[in-house]
């Protein structure tokens, strides 16, 4: 089910949003690392987090009522 945007503090807060998880996972490691670290740093996060989405999906998924 899509989130409703009924009004621009809707729309403001979604993308406020997005530019903070961008800016924050994206952006700021490379502007206070050196390059090569904060490519490993981003490497290693989106790894680590992408494991336990899918450690935890799967789990959630497997009781016999979904």
């Known amino acids: 089910?899509?989130?409703?945007?009924?009004?621009?503090?809707?729309?403001?807060?979604?993308?406020?949003?997005?530019?903070?998880?961008?800016?924050?996972?994206?952006?700021?490691?490379?502007?206070?690392?050196?390059?090569?670290q904060a490519l490993l740093v981003f490497i290693a996060s989106e790894i680590g987090c992408s494991m336990w989405f899918a450690l935890q999906f799967a789990v959630s998924h497997e009781v016999s009522s979904t």
Request: no cysteine; glycine share 2%; hydrophobic share 50%.
């Open 1 to 36: 089910m899509p989130v409703p945007h009924n009004n621009y503090e809707d729309w403001s807060e979604t993308f406020g949003t997005l530019l903070f998880f961008v800016f924050h996972r994206m952006v700021l490691p490379f502007l206070v690392l050196p390059f090569d």
